[in-house]
């Protein structure tokens, strides 16, 4: 079983920039594809990005795309979400995923993830 832990999260201005981390521990890091969904109040928890076990695919949310960059340290067990370009839309509870591939991530939204992370804030003021 996988442990994931999210830090980075906080208060931004819009157009400002954080990068989140999340923490793996407890199983085969490399076994899995990351990736990062975040819910907003009232929302769904919608699909942000996701990389592949080896880091040599990824997939964006069109929302985010051209602002976030998401990268893996296999040697450190770590995945990380650069945020650029904040906008308050951003704001919301980001979540650490673990699930066994990129594009069923990607493609199969929430319900295709096997572990979850508890989630940090992001808050993105006008």
């Not at 602002?67 to 979540?95: C, G, H, W």
């Given at each position: 079983q996988v442990q994931l832990v999210e830090s980075g999260g906080g208060l931004v201005q819009a157009g400002g920039s954080l990068r989140l981390s999340c923490a793996a521990s407890g199983g085969t890091f490399i076994s899995y594809a990351i990736g990062w969904f975040r819910q907003a109040p009232g929302k769904e928890r919608e699909f942000v990005a996701v990389i592949s076990r080896?880091?040599?695919?990824?997939?964006?949310?069109?929302?985010?795309?051209?602002?976030?960059?998401?990268?893996?340290?296999?040697?450190?067990?770590?995945?990380?979400?650069?945020?650029?370009?904040?906008?308050?839309?951003?704001?919301?509870?980001?979540?650490?995923?673990?699930?066994?591939?990129?594009?069923?991530?990607?493609?199969?939204?929430?319900?295709?993830?096997?572990?979850?992370?508890?989630?940090?804030?992001?808050?993105?003021?006008?």
């Open positions: 080896s880091g040599s695919i990824t997939y964006y949310a069109n929302s985010v795309k051209g602002r976030f960059t998401i990268s893996r340290d296999n040697a450190k067990n770590m995945v990380y979400l650069q945020m650029n370009s904040l906008k308050p839309e951003d704001t919301a509870v980001y979540y650490c995923a673990a699930g066994k591939g990129a594009t069923s991530i990607q493609a199969g939204g929430p319900t295709s993830v096997d572990y979850w992370g508890k989630g940090t804030l992001v808050t993105v003021s006008s």
